[in-house]
């Protein structure tokens, strides 16, 4: 259990991967969150708008399947989702546990995550809340990093040199959709 504001955790059985699922609207911190979360439990932060994008970046054939549905400007089905994910969460790295950022959306999500976790896993949920204002000044002001994906906001968490990550040097741009 996690407590706003310190972070604090309660006694985790250490018998079960952990699974932090992080949910809530875009700009809610929910990606800022998890890279500390990933820290400090050492277990990988999962987003599935990086599995999209590095999926699409290495052509694979689920990259290929989802970039025909984006092109066209549909949703990407939730089967070509769930496959992206249950490939992400079976390597390795996974095997102590994984902390998921923008996954479940949808109901058929969240039905087959759950039938993937049974009783296997820990797992710790947490709704994040925030004010539709608040969440509209975060999205506006938002930056990433062309090569290492390193997030920023020009208001909050500003880089130390304007447009140039503080991690890589990369350039930083403001997504498409980060728009009020």
């Known amino acids: 259990m996690f407590f706003a504001g310190s ?3 309660a006694p985790l059985s250490s018998s079960k991967p952990l699974v932090i699922i992080l ?13 500390e979360l990933a820290k400090k439990f050492a277990i990988p932060h999962i987003s599935t708008g990086d599995l999209f994008r590095a999926n699409l970046k290495k052509e694979t054939p689920l990259g290929q399947k989802a970039q025909e549905y984006i092109q066209s ?22 095997q102590k546990g994984f902390i998921l950022d923008g996954f ?10 759950a039938a993937k976790l049974q009783d296997q896993y820990q797992q710790i949920v947490l709704n994040i809340e925030v ?21 920023y906001n020009k208001k909050y968490l500003p880089a130390k040199n304007a447009n140039i ?14 728009n009020p």
């Not at 949910?23 to 890279?35: L, S, Y």
């Open 73 to 94: 400007g549909n949703l990407v089905p939730d089967a070509i989702v769930i496959d992206m994910l249950m490939d992400r969460i079976n390597k390795p790295d996974c």
């Open 165 to 178: 990550c503080d991690e890589c040097t990369g350039e930083l741009y403001q997504r498409a959709d980060d």
């Open 131 to 151: 004010p539709d204002d608040f969440l509209i000044d975060r999205i506006s002001n938002r930056q990433v990093c062309k090569s290492c994906g390193s997030t």
């Open 23 to 35: 949910i809530g609207p875009p700009g809610a911190g929910k990606g800022t969150h998890a890279v």
């Open 7 to 9: 972070c604090q955790k």
């Open 104 to 113: 479940p959306r949808t109901l058929t999500q969240a039905e087959a995550l």
